[in-house]
T-cell receptor
Framework: GIQVEQSPPDLILQEGANSTLRCNFSDSVNNLQWFHQNPWGQLINLFYIPSGTKQNGRLSATTVATERYSLLYISSSQTTDSGVYFCAVLNSGAGSYQLTFGKGTKLSVIP | SAVISQKPSRDICQRGTSLTIQCQVDSQVTMMFWYRQQPGQSLTLIATANQGSEATYESGFVIDKFPISRPNLTFSTLTVSNMSPEDSSIYLC????????????FGQGTRLTVV
């Protein structure tokens, strides 16, 4: 199956700092999503981005499908950005609709 | 998009008992997915539930332990049976929508603690 690797595993930021989270995947995909898991366990959809670049407020994401990686940028971080960020991929052409998740990046933003 | 209501949001259960988690979607979907997230870990797929057929379980998960119902196209339940402390996890249901049914949406999750 597809392998998904996220880096860094842990990240501590001062409020206001910028950061880049990376997701590498081992095979072609037709879905790549970024999620934020809040302290209550809820998964929040950030981006559906199998290719290209998207922006939503202070967050943006870029997926370079041909090179099999995606980046999530967080600018001017806030304490509410704390939590775990997951990258997940899917290749439905293989006949499976199973999402494969990375291990996540745990982000802590301190005041 | 999809709005998914999952309940209960959390529960504390005695070992040896069972808990049924419900998942309601605001629109009809072909497949519903159940995930487990053990403490400090990533998400692992338990099973895929299709309406009108038996659920398909992933390696390491069995129907006797995690029976699933899918009575219609907007609802599913997952039961965690004969619980032990090792079952303490967050359980999440998910659906996939979009042109190729590939964008995933998740319920709020059920945080289960077994004592």
């Amino acid at each position: 199956g597809i392998q998904v690797e996220q880096s860094p595993p842990d990240l501590i930021l001062q409020e206001g700092a910028n950061s880049t989270l990376r997701c590498n995947f081992s095979d072609s995909v037709n879905n790549l999503q970024w999620f934020h898991q809040n302290p209550w366990g809820q998964l929040i959809n950030l981006f559906y981005i199998p290719s290209g670049t998207k922006q939503n407020g202070r967050l943006s994401a870029t997926t370079v499908a041909t090179e099999r990686y995606s980046l999530l940028y967080i600018s001017s971080s806030q304490t509410t950005d704390s939590g775990v960020y997951f990258c997940a991929v899917l290749n439905s052409g293989a006949g499976s609709y199973q999402l494969t998740f990375g291990k996540g990046t745990k982000l802590s933003v301190i005041p | 998009s999809a709005v998914i209501s999952q309940k209960p949001s959390r529960d504390i259960c005695q070992r040896g008992t069972s808990l049924t988690i419900q998942c309601q979607v605001d629109s009809q979907v072909t497949m519903m997915f159940w995930y487990r997230q053990q403490p400090g870990q990533s998400l692992t797929l338990i099973a895929t539930a299709n309406q009108g057929s038996e659920a398909t379980y992933e390696s390491g998960f069995v129907i006797d332990k995690f029976p699933i119902s899918r009575p219609n196209l907007t609802f599913s339940t997952l039961t965690v049976s004969n619980m032990s402390p090792e079952d303490s996890s967050i359980y999440l249901c998910s659906v996939e929508k979009g042109v190729q049914a590939t964008e995933a949406f998740f319920g709020q999750g059920t945080r289960l603690t077994v004592v």
